[in-house]
């Protein structure tokens, strides 16, 4: 099948199109790489006492006024150090998913996908994708430290990594300028067309743990903590993977604009 270059629009129905053939393979990636996210989250933040934050901001906002300020300070500290942690830790395990989801597009396009073998091919590349993660986070951060837009501009420039490291098995320096090769000229229609799976990803996200509040307010941070990510476990995992699908699709389509038209074969 000759992969051919693909309007705004006709992506997106692409992406839902694709999510109705590759779920079969998305599905058990998907819901692994959850528990594993729900698990280190909730081990690195009961293990810093980031729960404990939670519940005297909540609960008892008094004695965060009443603290003195040197062990404010220390709290707070372990409370970012612990969302760092996590947020590393989901990067790199959803970054799993990413190349999972491009390797079962490009094998749809391809071949019929099978779960093994798109996970077996994104296993094969995490190595490469850690380390293109790493050098992605210090571009983007030092861009933000810019005031902003350079790292906006980055990480936007940046975005088809992890397809083209699922799909056409570069290394991390390559993949990172072989994804600013494909953005470019596209930068604008790439920002649009990510920030809206995003919304629509982030949305769900945020109605997950919309339902854990009122548990935080009226009862044990713990078991709002735990609801959270038995909800989180079910959807978290699906919504991600539906995003790296459509990052997929925008790779083709992207390379298709950038090189021609093409056929999958030998990836």
Known sequence: MEIQPRSFGDSLSDLINMLGKVWRPLLMPALAASVVVALISYFVLTASGALDFFDLTLNNPEIIESMPDAELVELLVDFFVAMIWVAIASAVVYGFLYLVAARAVAEEVAIQPSGRSVVSAAISSMLIWIIALAMIAVGTSVGFLLLIVPGVWFAIGASMTAPVIAIEGLGPVGAIKRSFDLVKGSWWSTFGFLMLIGLIGGTASQ??????????????????????????????????????????????????????????QNF
Request: net charge positive; no cysteine.
């Open 207 to 264: 109605l997950i743990q919309v339902i854990a509040v009122p548990l935080f307010l009226v009862g044990s941070p713990s078991v709002a903590f735990g609801v959270t990510i038995a909800l989180g476990v079910a959807v978290q995992g699906l919504i991600i993977a539906a995003i790296g699908v459509g990052m997929a699709v925008w790779y083709l389509s992207l390379r298709a604009k950038t090189d021609g038209p093409f056929v999958l």
